[in-house]
C-alpha cells in the first residue's frame, strides 16, 4: 500500500506570494491533518479533515486554509507568505482520526524569502 | 521578535546498549499516545503507540510505558542500533471534540548510537 505523497517536496516562495501545498492520503484513509514543523515551535497541529470537512484547528492565522477533496486528498494555502512561514509542512492521514495512528507524508519543504 | 530554538535533550548511546527515551505530557485528559521517530529530510514514522488504560506496551525491540499518575511516558528501545539514530518524538491526542485529529508532540529527543 502506498503511503502519504505530498508535492512538491520544496518550494522557493516571496513575501507576499501565496502557496498551495498538496497531500495525498493513504488509500482508504479519510482524515488528513496538517501540522507545521519549524525549529523554534516545533510540531504544531494547523487543522483536519475528514470527508471533506473541517473537525479541527489549530492556532494559526486566517492566512492558512486547507480543503478536502472526495477522494481524501487535501491541500492547504498560505496567502500572503511571511518569512516566518518558512517551514517543513507535514501532512498525516488515517483511517479516522482520533485514537488512531496517523501516518505522516515526507512533507513539503517552503522557504520564503 | 526573534524566536528562541527549541533545544532539543540529546541521548547518546553505544551500539548494543538499551536506551530509553522521556516524555513528560502536560494533558491529564489525553487518551492515546503515540511515539514518533523522525530521521533527517523524513517525516515522522510511527513506532508503537498506547492506550491510557494501559500502563505497558511492547514491540519489537521497543516498549512504551505509560505513568498517568505523573503524566510520563517512555520509550525504551534495545540493542539499540545505528539506524536507530535520529529525532524521537512523543504525541498525545483525546478522544474528540477539540481533539479530533490533532496530535500533541512534546519537543522531541536526539538519539545518536555510535557503532
Known amino acids: 500500500k502506498a503511503g502519504v505523497t505530498q508535492t512538491p517536496r520544496y518550494l522557493i516562495k516571496t513575501r507576499g506570494q501565496q502557496v498551495t501545498l498538496s497531500c495525498s492520503p493513504i488509500?482508504?484513509?479519510?482524515?488528513v491533518s496538517w501540522y507545521q514543523q519549524t525549529p523554534g515551535q516545533g510540531l504544531q497541529f494547523l487543522f483536519e479533515?475528514?470527508?471533506?470537512?473541517?473537525?479541527n484547528k489549530g492556532n494559526f492565522p486566517g492566512r492558512f486554509s486547507g480543503r478536502q477533496f472526495s477522494n481524501s486528498r487535501s491541500e492547504m494555502n498560505v496567502s500572503t507568505l511571511e518569512l516566518g512561514d518558512s517551514a517543513l509542512y507535514l501532512c498525516?492521514?488515517?483511517?479516522?482520526?482520533?485514537?488512531?495512528?496517523?501516518?505522516f507524508g515526507p512533507g513539503t519543504r517552503l522557504t520564503v524569502t | 521578535g526573534e524566536s528562541v530554538g527549541l533545544h532539543l535533550p540529546t541521548l547518546s548511546v553505544q551500539e548494543g546498549d538499551n536506551s530509553i527515551i522521556n516524555c513528560a505530557y502536560s494533558?491529564?485528559?489525553?487518551?492515546?499516545f503515540i511515539w514518533y521517530k523522525q530521521e533527517s529530510g523524513k517525516g515522522p514514522q510511527f513506532i508503537i503507540d498506547?492506550?491510557?488504560?494501559?500502563d505497558k506496551r511492547q514491540g519489537q525491540r521497543v516498549t512504551v510505558l505509560l505513568n498517568k499518575t505523573v503524566k510520563h511516558l517512555s520509550l525504551q528501545i534495545a540493542a539499540t542500533q545505528p539506524g536507530d539514530s535520529a529525532v524521537y518524538f512523543c504525541?498525545?491526542?483525546?478522544?474528540?471534540?477539540?481533539?479530533?485529529?490533532?496530535?500533541?508532540f512534546g519537543q522531541g529527543t536526539i538519539l545518536t548510537v555510535h557503532p
Open positions: 498525516a492521514s488515517s483511517f479516522k482520526g482520533p485514537l488512531s495512528e496517523q501516518y
Open positions: 488509500s482508504g484513509h479519510r482524515s
Open positions: 479533515y475528514f470527508s471533506e470537512t473541517q473537525r
Open positions: 494533558n491529564s485528559a489525553s487518551d492515546y
Open positions: 498506547i492506550r491510557s488504560n494501559m
Open positions: 504525541a498525545e491526542t483525546g478522544a474528540g471534540g477539540t481533539s479530533y485529529g490533532k496530535l500533541t
